[in-house]
Every structure is written in C-alpha cells, then in structure tokens.
C-alpha cells in the first residue's frame, strides 16, 4: 500500500511524502533550473517569487533583533560579513550613527548582507529550503545581488565584496559631481494619481530630456555632460518613478513640466546624497565590467551558470538569459533605470506568480508588490509577504504552509 511508506522516507526529495493536513502522499519531483518556457514538472503548489530590497531600507541596529533571536546562526554570519569585507561592517550596522550607516559605501553592503542574513535564518532555523520552494527570485536595484546569491549565481562573499566596491566607486561618483558643479545631487520621487498621467509624464520627461525611447542607448542626451543630465532612474509602479541627478537640473524640469507639460505630480526627495541609475554612475559600470569578467583567485568565474532558478534583471524586466547577458546587464544596471513595474507585471501576468515573499530591512518592496499585484498578505491560494523582523518570519513561514499544503485541492 502507498501509504505506508516511512515518514524518513517522506523527507527524501524525489520520493512522495505526505501532506501534513490530509494524510494523502504527493510527489516532489527533483527541481531543476526552468523558465517559463521549459517543461515544468507539475506542481503542487503557488507558483512563488523571492524579492528584495535596495537602497534607503538601512536603520542602525536591523540585523539585532536576528542576533538575539537566533544567535548560533547569526553570528558566525556577522563575523563572516567583517572577515570578508577586512572591516568593522557590523558595528556600524548595530551601533553605528544614521551618518555613517546612510553613507552609501555602508549602506549598500549592509543592507544586502542583512537580507541574506534573514534568508539564512529562514533556511536553517525555519527549514525553509529555498531552491524547492521558491520558483524565480528579483531584487529591486542594489536587490539585485541578494537575489542573485538566493538564485544560485553568486556565492555571498563574492557578492559582499562586488557590492562593496560598487558602492565606493559610487561613492566617489558624488563626490567628483559635487566638486566638479557644485550643488546637490541626488534623487527625487514623482507620484501620479493613475497609469495613463504617468504614461504621458514618462514621455514628456523623455521629451524635456531629449530621450528617443525607453532603454535606448542611442539619445541626444549622451552628448550632455554627465553632470548636466537627468535621468529617469526607476519606473516602480504604474503611479511612481523616480528622477535621478543634479536637485537643481531636477527641480527645473518639474517646472517645465507644469509650465509645458500640464503635469504637476507630487514629489518627495529620497535619503539619497547619490544620484544612482544615472550617467554619473558610468565609473561604476566600468568597474563592475571589470570585476564580473576577472577570475577568482582559484581560476573559476565569479558567476556561476545556471542558478538553481531564474533571477530577473533590473534592466530588462526578464530573467537573465546567459551567463554573459548577466554580466552585461548587472554592470549595465549602475546608470540603466530600474524597471521594477515591468519585473513585476512579468511575474504577475505572464509567470502567473500567485506567492511574493520580500526578504530583507523595510517595507517598501513589499508595499510597491503588494499594490501592483493587487495583494496584501495572505489571500486564497497565494498573498505577498515582508520578512524584517522574527516575529514575521514565523508569521510567513505559517501562510506559505497554509497556501502550500493541499493547494491541488483547490
């Protein structure tokens, strides 16, 4: 009789094993690295995404309350992120000032170890397997490396490293910008009241700015100094972008659009002394260029190809599709805008992701998935989640057993 197979052996992957609230055994085929486009294996439950968060989520002491919860797995962890790194990183992060946590040569590298930290948590003290339950994974902009650790393609040490030096190099962007014009620098968020104004806010921006079209690296605005542009740096729902580069370059053109264009959105400036995802960061992308195509020192390749699942790229709004489109676009995500909208609109309506699980410090990934998808929590069959602190994690840990078990049911 099927049903009396062991419980030991229910544990083995490849084998059945049974549904804790019906009794009945199922089969988990061994998982494999699959598109859209592969055959997929039939699956028992919600098809399921992993996101995490980018820059302004940092607040000193985020990874604490993980120290004091799960000590034996944080720990080694931390010390790891300092070993790495050859620097007192996690100080900073515990008890360091806003000033120095906020600097983006801190703030960037903090933020990913701390989501991975959460992830490694998950994994270990929760028995979250990762590459069998999860089915693609995002992060949005600096995100993007922690997603690229969960898939499989960067070990976390190599992304610490890639992050740090990104990050100083981004870092000296700003500075060289300031001193070289003078003034602010930074990054000013735009709010629409629905899709179709920023639709036309879009391409009146891209008018004012002299932008053929969106992703097109053939515009009349590369013949500006790059301190004298303005970009368009991150298309993050169907009412929200951002604008990076000089606040003064910024606020002039706010005033055309309201003069010229009929708009007049409301704007927020972001914690940001950086102007990311514009031409001034091309320094960076030169670097990561560099670092992605160099060796490690045992002779590998810092990328490793396939991932145990598909990751998507800032740049793109697709999952990576090779090894050398992964290093072309990572390095290319440094001054390309990030389109989170259409990351997101790909998972939702093409990937048919019915799970979202945000992984890392904040709620602002988690709030722009939610409203996109049209999910707050848990809902039937699916729902879209935060994990920040411990009491979330078993919170979550709970719904994605209850929308994962007996799921063919429905």
């Not at 995490?52 to 989520?57: D, Y």
Request: aromatic share 6%.
């Amino acid at each position: 009789m099927p049903n009396s197979i062991s419980p030991a052996k229910a544990l083995i992957g490849g084998l059945p094993w049974a549904c804790t609230r019906c009794g009945r055994l199922k089969d988990r085929a061994p998982r494999r690295w699959m598109s859209s486009v592969d055959d997929a294996p039939a699956r028992k439950r919600p098809k399921t995404a992993m996101f995490f968060p980018g820059q302004g989520v940092q607040r000193v002491g985020m990874a604490t309350p993980w120290l004091e919860a799960f000590p034996t797995t944080v720990k080694p962890i931390l010390e790891e992120i300092d070993s790495t790194l050859n620097l007192p990183l996690t100080r900073i992060i515990e008890s360091g000032t806003n000033a120095q946590l906020t600097l983006t040569e801190n703030a960037q590298p903090a933020i990913m170890a701390t989501s991975i930290l959460i992830l490694r948590v998950m994994e270990k003290d929760f028995g979250f397997k990762t590459a069998e339950r999860a089915d693609i994974t995002l992060g949005h902009s600096l995100g993007e490396f922690a997603a690229l650790v969960a898939g499989g393609y960067l070990t976390f040490q190599d992304a610490l490293k890639l992050v740090r030096k990104r990050a100083e190099k981004m870092s000296e962007c700003s500075k060289a910008a300031v001193e070289e014009e003078g003034g602010e620098f930074g990054m000013v968020a735009l709010v629409c009241e629905s899709e179709p104004r920023m639709q036309s806010l879009i391409a009146d921006i891209r008018g004012f700015l002299g932008l053929s079209s969106p992703g097109s690296k053939g515009n009349s605005g590369e013949d500006i100094p790059a301190v004298q542009q303005v970009l368009i740096a991150n298309i993050n729902s169907k009412n929200q972008i951002v604008l990076s580069g000089s606040i003064e370059r910024i606020n002039t053109l706010l005033t055309n659009l309201r003069q010229f264009g009929g708009h007049d959105p409301r704007h927020v400036r972001l914690k940001s002394d950086s102007p990311f995802h514009s031409p001034l960061m091309k320094p960076a992308q030169d670097l990561m260029k560099k670092l992605l195509y160099m060796e490690k020192e045992d002779g590998t390749d810092i990328i490793t190809w396939p991932g145990v699942m598909p990751c998507v790229s800032n740049v793109s709004g697709r999952p990576f599709e090779s090894k050398e489109q992964l290093k072309d676009l990572l390095a290319r995500s440094c001054v390309e805008t990030v389109q989170w909208w259409r990351s997101v609109k790909y998972l939702h309506e093409e990937e048919k992701v019915k799970r979202y699980i945000g992984i890392g410090p904040g709620k602002v990934g988690r709030n722009l998935v939610g409203k996109e998808v049209g999910m707050k929590g848990a809902v039937k069959g699916g729902g879209v989640w935060g994990i920040c602190n411990p009491k979330e994690m078993e919170e979550v840990v709970k719904a994605l057993d209850d929308t994962e078990q007996c799921a063919d049911e429905d």
